[in-house]
């Protein structure tokens, strides 16, 4: 019996499985790390994803990037594999493996067919648990991630969003770039990151989930052997609960920052302090959000776009975090029309925050809420990803019905009183083009 299988006082430690829906089934190993799938039939795909509860807000000033230079480092390879065979076994069998950070969580993910999925889940497990950090792929990685930074600031477009939210959060964790900065990326070691790597890539962080053409305890058996012997094949823990929401998120006073750019289009992100993920408002504001600027029919796409054709494009957003959120409208649009955009922007979040919205409105937003929600289940990785999401960010799966029935019951007061909070408060204004801050006096 491997330590992972002893509890307190040398008792064997449980190995738990439960019925979590329709073809949904969850493990949780002696070690806490989590394994949940989901089973559906008549596909020939499946997709695994290794989902690590670390993000870039729980990095230090000084380890800013950490979590993405690591997302890098993983496929360079392990004591079984060189970078070159993690890739070219995946592809042998027509499959695709990729990584992605975000400021809470990081996944890494393969999709192949489902005969093939063994294979996916002794190489994703083999990179994640498994690797070795080689100084020389650390410092061939660091030139990677410089240039990745260096073009995200020749894209000015996506570059604003940064500046908008940095506006809102200050010099918190959520406020900072998930990629790090130059500063912060070139003095940090081998043995930073590797630290990094030890201390929050452990059991009870991880959840593993698979969706496809697929048998639970088959999965669960792969893992297992596929972990064997590896940091992740540790002592008996309970999984880790999701991210609390308890802890209030200090936010900036609403002010403008503008970053001149030598650009032929100016982009402008106007916005503010948004709600949490766990806050039971968030069924309302995305029926709200999805009216006001998600899609050809929404108010803002109207009245900028279609009637007065001042830009290509124009939508709204809300980014939710466990304790804290943002809400912002973007445009990008010829610089200048900025001053008239701004105007009209902010004349109809007013309008929005005073009258609400009408029921033919409502209805169409709920029906665009719930469509966008069930054709993104339409592939095994979205709903490898709604597995993952719903145990690491939630802690609860809520079934398809569960969640239409939360939307269906969003009723116009709901939606009056989040868009009297959200759309009336003061805001900030964030620009990336050819002005400088007195192009936008008391904005």
């Not at 100084?135 to 600031?153: C, K």
């Not at 900072?176 to 930073?192: D, F, V």
């Amino acid at each position: 019996m491997t330590a992972s299988s002893r509890g307190p006082a040398g008792r064997p430690a449980r190995v738990v499985t439960r019925a979590l829906g329709e073809g949904v089934r969850r493990t949780t190993l002696p070690s806490g790390l989590r394994v949940i799938t989901e089973n559906i039939p008549g596909t020939r795909s499946a997709s695994l994803g290794v989902w690590v509860g670390i993000g870039s807000r729980d990095e230090t000033p000084a380890m800013s990037g950490a979590s993405h230079f690591l997302e890098h480092l993983l496929f360079k390879g392990t004591h079984k594999r060189t970078a070159l065979q993690i890739s070219a076994e995946i592809e042998a069998v027509g499959g695709e493996t990729n990584a992605f950070t975000t400021k809470e969580y990081t996944c890494y993910y393969a999709r192949v067919l489902d005969t093939d999925l063994p294979l996916a889940v002794d190489v994703i497990c083999d990179a994640v648990a498994d690797s070795v950090l080689d100084p020389a792929d650390v410092e061939i990685e660091r030139g990677v991630i410089l240039e990745e930074i260096a073009m995200h600031e020749d894209e000015p477009g996506d570059e604003v969003h940064d500046v908008f939210t940095e506006a809102i959060f200050g010099n918190h964790p959520l406020g900072r770039l998930i990629s790090g900065t130059e500063e912060s990326i070139t003095p940090m070691t081998r043995n930073q990151i590797n630290g990094f790597y030890k201390r929050r890539y452990t059991a009870p962080n991880i959840v593993i989930a698979a969706a496809g053409s697929l048998d639970h305890a088959t999965v669960v058996r792969l893992v297992r052997k596929a972990l064997a012997g590896t940091a992740l094949d540790s002592a008996p823990a309970d999984p880790a609960a999701p991210r609390g929401g308890s802890k209030r998120v200090r936010h900036q006073k609403p002010h403008t920052v503008v970053r001149n750019r030598d650009t032929e289009q100016a982009h402008v992100v106007l916005g503010g302090v948004g709600i949490g993920r766990l806050d039971e408002r968030r069924f309302a504001l995305g029926v709200l959000n999805n009216v006001l600027g998600g899609g050809m029919s929404s108010r803002l796409f109207q009245e900028i776009r279609e009637k007065r054709g001042l830009a290509y494009s124009v939508y709204s957003y809300a980014s939710q975090y466990a304790d804290a959120g943002l809400f912002g409208v973007y445009v990008g649009c010829a610089p200048g029309k900025v001053e008239e955009v701004l105007d009209l922007t902010r004349t109809e979040l007013e309008r929005v925050s005073r009258t609400g919205l009408t029921a033919e409105e409502i209805a169409r937003g709920k029906g665009m809420v719930k469509g966008s929600y069930v054709l993104g289940l339409e592939d095994t990785g979205s709903r490898m990803s709604r597995l993952a999401k719903s145990e690491l960010l939630y802690g609860d799966l809520m079934t398809v019905d569960e969640l239409l029935g939360r939307v269906d019951a969003v009723s116009a007061d709901d939606i009056d009183a989040i868009a009297g909070q959200l759309l009336a408060q003061p805001m900030s204004l964030a620009v990336v083009g050819p002005f400088d801050e007195a192009a936008f006096p008391g904005a």
